[in-house]
């Protein structure tokens, strides 16, 4: 992998906001060249998810890693560092919040995506309010699972903090007596 220290070095990385020059830059580390993957961490019970995954991103530069337990998921997050988690709703024996309140504890953590049979409104709601990243409905779709770990995969990757994008940093200042 090579690493990326300026946003400049990369012409698909936005650049910083001018306003931000007292952040350093960061370096963030991009898959490139043929045998270069992006780290995913699939969470489920079922062997069948972790193949579905694994034949749906065959084509793709993903690298998919399984884990079941918790205790697997915590090593696995610290050692293997996935650039996307996907867990399944429904584990044995712990729950999807467990798994995203010991990834969200990590120094740039991972987003983190819900699979579950049963996705609905208040479950996509529940995510994005513990600080998920979205929820696939299974079975999957091929372009959807795709389509969602692209946009996750550039979030993870991106120096650009997302939580002042959607903030004051990303408006145009006002003139000065104007008022919104």
Known sequence: MHRITSPAASPSVPPRDSGSSAEPAEAVERPRGPHSRARILSV??????????RHILSERYWHVVAADKLEDVIRKVSHFRPHIVLCERDLSETTWQDVLTNVIRMPDPPP??????????????EVLNL???????????????????????????????????????????????ASI
């Open 44 to 53: 489920s019970p079922s062997q069948k998810d972790h193949t579905d995954l």
């Open 112 to 125: 983190l995506i819900v699979t579950s049979r049963l996705a609905d409104e208040c479950l996509w709601a």
């Open 131 to 177: 600080g998920g990243y979205d929820v696939l409905v299974k079975p999957f779709r091929n372009d959807e699972v795709r389509r969602v770990l692209e946009f996750a995969f550039v979030r993870a990757t991106n120096p650009v903090r997302f939580s002042r994008a959607a903030g004051t940093a990303a408006r145009p200042p006002l003139a000065r007596g």
